[in-house]
């Protein structure tokens, strides 16, 4: 059973988990440093235990311990018990969204363990936005795709914002990360996957036209950029989506990736 | 031609335009008073200028002025110059993107005269997310959906995070604004148009199923409740996007709208 604590000092050292909460920089490392992530509102929180994560502590203030009630039963961790005033000089910011928890990281599989039995693969290659990658596995969990791999340099699903935009997602559909940019694919490929790229290129073949066969892996490049020349040439074939003919007199060149990510998870599974 | 005039005060009051700029409650009043929105970085700009709204004045720092050159060359009105400190005092942030143009809008047709040469239209019913708005536009734009209808109280599409994400396309792909509510839908049949309710209910029309007819106006409710009961009742039909059967047991019960508006673009146009 957790236990509560009151704590009035944000300088306190029990609270070092929370510190800075929207300084990326800062958490990135610190986060990777100590194996933690930050879990944040009642149903992320909720979500993030019941999927094995092991709680270090929350931090809340006493108006969110009733809505939690039947999750501190089952933890033991301390409750650090604070008003909003020393959760904003703790965190940086005002905390609206109620509990936080910073809670441990679980051993991500090898890719080859997590492919094992999947058939509908997403690739994310450096996709550098946590709110697009949160998307992203809202839309894979939503869509019923039930892998996702991460190149070596995409950003992590358990930064507090992915976390947030995927309403718990990051927790349900199992991702692993490639530790390999240059032969990644290659495993995919020995495993029986079909490689697809998605390109905004309108001479790919419409996705929603692409045979499928019965294991495909598609790949998703970051926001600015698309996909590597390196990746799109490794592609068994490259896939967009139909634009509208006058879309670019309109000034729209593409998609948004989490807007192209839908339509393809939708058609991948359809 | 844009006349350069240096300035230095923060409260100067030729800047007024460009105050408080993430202040949501204080920038709705201040642009309805005056007419108003903020573009912001060299391709809005560029885009809103193409499309015919007066510039205001511009805010920027000296090193975006040759990047806009060409914009100012044709624009009349006074480019305020500023020091990035200045920049930061007047708006409330640090300028990242570039410049910032004030700009008058422009009045907005009539639901029946932007419907009448349209087949295909989105309705945006009481969206609060300005961001979402915006890349619900980039969904149009580049898939083919040439007219936006919103509710009386919808998020404003002109609003400055709007415009950003929608690159530019809020001012590509038309739209107007019921004035009545409860009456705004019958305007819509009586001009022809089947009108189609998305909604998460897995038990409506698959949206690839639905019978599409000539003229489409696809409703689409806001982030937290969806369409109201009053609009669900007055659709033709209700369809959904197929989610996988073990989604609900992950705890991913939707797709955000922005998601679900792209895969409902791709099917509306396909």
């Known amino acids: 059973m957790a236990h509560l604590v009151p704590l009035a000092d944000p300088r306190d050292s029990r609270v070092a988990d929370f510190v800075h909460l929207r300084d990326v920089q800062l958490r990135k490392s610190l986060e ?4 933690l992530f930050i879990a944040e509102g009642e149903k992320v929180i909720r979500r993030a235990v019941e999927t094995g994560h092991p709680v270090r502590s ?28 020393t959760a904003e000089a703790v965190t940086g910011y005002p905390v609206h969204r109620g509990a936080l928890a910073a809670m441990d990281r679980l051993p991500l599989p090898p890719v080859r363990d997590l492919v094992t039995h999947a058939r509908r693969v997403l690739v994310l290659e450096d996709l550098v936005d946590h709110g697009n990658v949160g998307a992203i596995f809202r839309c894979a969990a939503a869509l019923g795709v039930r892998a996702v791999i991460l190149s070596p340099r995409c950003a992590d699903p358990l930064y507090r914002r992915s976390v947030k935009v995927s309403m718990g997602a990051v927790f349900a559909v199992p991702y692993a990360r490639m530790t390999d940019w240059h032969g990644g694919l290659a495993e995919l490929r020995d495993a029986g996957f079909r490689l697809l790229a998605l390109t905004p290129d309108q001479s790919a073949v419409p996705i929603d036209k692409a045979p499928m066969g019965d294991r495909v892996a598609l790949m998703l490049g970051s926001e ?9 040439r490794a592609a068994d074939e490259a896939v967009c989506i139909p634009m509208s003919s006058d879309a670019m007199e309109l000034g729209v060149d593409s998609l948004n990736v989490v807007a192209a990510a839908a339509i393809a998870c939708h058609s991948l599974t359809r």
């Open 224 to 232: 600015g950029d698309g996909l590597s020349s390196r990746w799109l």
């Open 32 to 35: 990777a440093e100590h194996g």
């Open 58 to 85: 929350f931090l809340m203030a006493r108006r969110w311990i009733s809505a939690l009630s039947d999750v501190l039963d089952r933890v033991d961790a301390p409750v650090y018990v604070v008003d909003d005033a």
